[in-house]
């Protein structure tokens, strides 16, 4: 019963209080175990030793005043010496005797060792009397040999007395010795019994609960909020259980809340989504799908049983329109751009058209230092009526266009017979009136030109007639196409074309149309009397075409649009359509090539568009 107080008083004690504790009962255990050996030691080494130095001295008191006996014998046995002699000799042994039965008075230490000792003293007394009548006289009595054994007898019983007293005192030491032996081991082995307790007991006492605080704390980690700590007591530890738990049981009624929220929100927005007119579908970032609307499916033609959980490269393999949906996120290959070029479809005797966007979802890191890719959602978007008010349009501006062209050719054939000598000379004001009109005609020219061939680009019309020819001539005669206008700005053109490329597969007409847009604007923007770079060299499979200048540069901003149609620079003072390169890059993407420009403000552009080799 107490010492189950006595542990559930332990157990409301601080971690602090508890190791203080622990560490004053070793340092008093280890106090203890000093000071009664201390003790026992001190006690036997004094006792022992006073003890032994007493009886050892009145062991020497008793030899000397027997051999002080002896020598009076012998001084009274001798009958060849001078009285004179025998007197100065027995004085001697006399005072020796008598030095050593002082000094063994004042050493009595055993029992019964005062009485003889005192018998001893009055036997010495009357024996000295006897002796010195003896030696007056001459004469020794049989009494003085009594007497003289008896003085023996009492020194040898002193003697004996005071060995039997060291053996005593000997043994007695072995004893205590062995007690405090005795006692040394039971003391030892019980402060190692609880050496060994306190040891098993402190680590785990302490470790434990940490252990199960970094296990606990990983399950919080991996959103198991049921994680609990079963740590009882009211010491630190278990105000740390206690908080901890706390903690964990307000994470997970925050979790359920959230999951509430989270499903809540989850049915709403699969609800929009399928109830939106735009085809739907998303996907992980390992390309799997999560989701796919009822508007996608019914342009599919597939059951979404079928669709979701599955790889969008294996959906590709089985379903061609879906391959065309997803080939930029299946080749990693996403455009800057989100809207991408329409699709097509054919259902029901009708060509229908989608816009596809791609949206790559990204999500904040943890540790705020960037975004993660999550996924993509692809939006079908049906512009079918836009798509056919735009070919309306085009249409339109190509029969336009047409029309345009039988006027701009009278105009053209009315200018040649004015010029021609046969009719009548003109003078200078009318030629250079002419020049002028020339000048308006082919640039009118060239803007029909251009429509004709967006218009025909937007109807699908495009014919691209490939032959293999040599890429220096390609450049060559894109040369010969702006030589008027390098020599009005007196601007100059290197060169680096390597004598060892191979002939490519390209359709010569347009491609050099391409090259002669890259060098026209170059010239348009370069300063006169500057330089105008051409590089053509074989790169991983196909033959790359730059035109460098070092005119005013284009914005980021504008660098996005620069392939649009009828996109212009918002400080562009210059004259044109805005089609030529948008032109330029449905030439150069329907023969199998891609186009890009590079361009800093201030530093001048980069044109460059490469064909497979």
Known sequence: MRIAVILKYLQRLKLKTKIRLALAILFGMVFVFGLVGSHYLDQTTRNSVAMLENNQRTIKYTREMSLAMTKLINIAAIDKTTPSFKRTQSERAFAKFERNLKLQLANVTEDKEGDVTKQLQEAYQGFKEQFQASLDSKEFSPVFIIQTDYIQDLLKEVYEMNEASIRKRTEEANQLANRI?????????????????????????????????????????????????????????????????????????????????????????????????????????????????????????????????????????????????????????????????????????????????????????????????????????????????????????????????????????????????????LNEDQKDLAHTIRQNAGRLLKMVNEILDISKIETGNVQISTEEAPPEAVVLRALQNVKTFLSEKEIQVVQNIPDDLPNIKMDVPKTTGVLVNFLTNAIRYSAPMSAIEIEVFRENGSVQFSVKDNGPGISPEDLKKVFNRYHRAKDDKTKGTGLGLAISKEFIEAQGGKIWVKSEVGKGSVFSFALPA
Do not use: C
């Open 181 to 425: 032996t005795l006692i040394t081991i039971i003391l030892s082995f019980a402060f190692f019994i609880i050496a060994m307790l306190a040891m098993f007991y402190f680590p785990d006492y302490i470790a434990n609960p940490v252990i199960q605080l970094t296990d606990s704390i990983k399950q919080i980690a991996r959103k198991n909020y049921s994680q609990r700590l079963n740590i009882h007591t009211d010491d630190e530890f278990g105000e740390m259980a206690r908080s901890f738990n706390t903690m964990a049981e307000k994470l997970e009624e925050y979790e359920s809340i959230n999951v509430h929220q989270v499903v809540s929100e989850k049915r709403r927005i699969e609800t929009i989504i399928g109830r939106m007119n735009e085809a739907i579908i998303g996907m992980d970032n390992n390309q799997i799908i999560l989701f796919v609307n009822p508007r996608a499916l019914e342009l599919m033609g597939l059951e979404e049983v079928n669709v979701v959980g599955k790889r969008a490269a294996e959906l590709g393999r089985k379903n061609d329109f879906w391959a065309e949906i997803v080939k930029e996120v299946v080749s990693g290959e996403i455009p800057e751009t989100s809207s991408q070029t329409a699709l097509t479809i054919d259902r029901d005797g009708k060509r229908y058209y989608y816009n596809k966007d791609i949206l790559k979802v990204e999500s904040q890191d943890s540790d705020d230092r960037g975004k993660t890719s999550v996924g993509y959602v692809i939006i079908l978007k049906n512009i079918t009526e836009l798509k056919e008010q735009d070919l309306a349009k085009t249409n339109f501006m190509a029969t336009l266009s047409h029309e345009l062209k039988t006027p701009i050719s009278a105009i053209d054939m009315s200018l040649n017979l004015l010029e021609d000598d046969r009719l009548g000379g």
